[in-house]
């Protein structure tokens, strides 16, 4: 099957160019999603990439009841909207429950179905029928293979922008590791596959109530994955991330970030 290109506010996804979807994991401060988006709309003057901002105005998957999880919907939601405006970036955020659909919906450019949430058929459907691309991330309990029937629930609601999204699979107990192979095999499928070179290092709940994870494997994790077919990379980044407020071990510093994206141009040429 010949692969679809899928365009998220003007950026193309599936093209010859690799995409880069990139900001913090969750919409922390006006002054954390500011730095980030200055940053990540450095990367797409500077190296003319198709590039997304990424952020999650909420975060309801979390180990702890006691972490961090919103601003609040609607204030987080304002800030990716106005850094839609100042940046002129297309903006991805996750959806969690079909209610918050429309509201999402109404500022972003590409919704998320969150990896654990990748199974549940009616928040999938719902936000194929808002007509955005969306983007699914596999569950790290799936096999590549099942993410077929998922991306056709997705194109039985009339929606044939669907982006696939690797992002390790469990090994055991608080470990991932990423199988390659699951690249090529979602490709098969028609679809742009996105490798999340972030959440693939993470330790779920090794922090102790919290995820950790280990950076190192980010950089080499990413080129390996451009070099057998990504057509974008998912990258969690933030201005300090000793002190983010969720993934503090997963997000790159934004003063990295173009480090990280010449080191994979160069290795494609």
């Known amino acids: 099957m010949a692969e679809k290109v899928v365009n998220i506010g003007g950026a193309a996804v599936g093209g010859e160019e690799l995409a880069i979807i990139a900001g913090p ?31 999650s105005y909420m975060k309801a998957n ?59 058929t009616e928040l999938v459907v719902a936000a194929a029928k808002t007509g955005l691309p969306i983007n699914i991330k596999k569950g790290q309990f799936l096999a590549p293979e ?19 999204t690797e992002r390790g699979t ?7 590791v990423v199988d390659f192979r699951g690249i090529v095999i979602m490709k098969e499928f028609g ?8 959440h693939s290092v993470q330790k779920p709940g090794a922090s102790g109530g919290s995820s950790g994870g280990d950076p190192r494997f ?17 990258i969690e980044t933030h201005p300090d991330p000793p002190n983010a407020l969720s993934d503090k071990q997963c997000q790159i510093p934004t003063n990295r970030l173009a480090e990280l994206v010449e080191s994979i141009l160069e290795m494609k040429k």
């Open 25 to 55: 994991c969750a919409v922390e401060s006006e002054e954390v999603v500011f730095k980030a988006a200055e940053t990540v709309a450095e990367i797409k003057d500077k190296f003319k990439l198709p590039v997304i901002f990424k952020s």
């Open 62 to 120: 979390r180990l702890s009841g006691k972490s961090f999880s919103t601003i609040g919907i609607g204030k987080a939601l304002s800030l990716l909207q106005d850094v839609k405006g100042q940046f002129k970036l297309p903006i991805l955020t996750d959806v969690h429950t079909s209610e918050e659909i429309e509201l999402a919906a109404d500022i972003a450019d590409c919704l998320q179905i969150p990896a654990f949430l990748c199974r549940q």
């Open 146 to 164: 099942d993410m077929k029937p998922i991306s056709d629930k997705v194109v039985s609601a009339g929606n044939v922008k669907v982006l696939l």
């Open 170 to 176: 469990s090994f055991g107990y608080r470990d991932l």
């Open 191 to 198: 679809f742009p596959v996105v490798f999340d070179c972030t």
């Open 218 to 234: 980010i950089a080499p994790l990413a080129r390996a994955a451009v070099a057998v077919g990504a057509d974008a990379l998912f």
